[in-house]
């Protein structure tokens, strides 16, 4: 039988693209080992981690920003674009720049991760299908996105495109919502 990848020592670890990884929270070394090891330039951390995690990730070069807060708008919408979200698209967006990933991880990799994963499928413009795929386990949080408002609060940020991806359109066509199309902004630079 062929061995067909290598076990990862983080629980719950889920590609999202070619930088963005979700996890649940790291607790053992050699989860820490295994980033450390693998190109990752950043670790957004919705959970607290040990302080001796967090510092050893630091002293390899891995820079951890600390999330940790209260994300009871994940379910509470309309959406809150708060400066911890904007950051957060801000150190995926400087990474990718650099050819790192990121680590976005919750206590159980599934809520928060999951907010966060959405938002950034949202961005991407990702169409609905793909994301309700059984193992991306996120579908519910982008569908909330979609359905509130998610392009006008996008179009205030500039970072939508002015025709959202058809899948969206027929998504909330079917499921009876307002559809709301951004006007074209342009382009715009990360600062």
């Given at each position: 039988m062929k061995n067909w990848g290598k076990k990862v020592p983080l629980e719950n670890f889920r590609r999202v693209d070619k930088t963005l990884y979700t996890s649940a929270l790291p607790t053992k070394e050699k989860g820490i080992d295994f980033l450390l090891r693998n190109n990752f330039g950043a670790v957004v951390s919705i959970a607290r981690m040990e302080p001796r995690l967090s510092k050893r990730l630091e002293a390899g070069g891995i820079k951890v920003h600390d999330f940790v807060g209260d994300y009871s708008f994940v379910t509470g919408l309309p959406i809150v674009w708060s400066g911890k979200v904007q950051g957060f698209f801000r150190i995926v967006a400087e990474n990718e720049l650099c050819g790192k990933r990121v680590l976005v991880h919750c206590y159980g990799g599934f809520h928060g991760a999951g907010f966060f994963s959405s938002m950034y499928k949202a961005v991407k413009g990702l169409p609905i299908e793909i994301t309700e795929m059984p193992f991306l386990y996120h579908a519910e949080y982008l569908k909330?996105?979609?359905?509130?408002?998610?392009?006008?609060?996008?179009?205030?940020?500039?970072?939508?495109p002015s025709r959202p991806p058809r899948a969206i359109l027929k998504w909330m066509k079917r499921h009876g919502k307002k559809v709301i199309v951004a006007k074209p902004i342009g382009r715009r630079r990360l600062k």
């Open positions: 909330k996105l979609y359905s509130q408002a998610l392009v006008s609060a996008a179009k205030k940020l500039r970072i939508l």
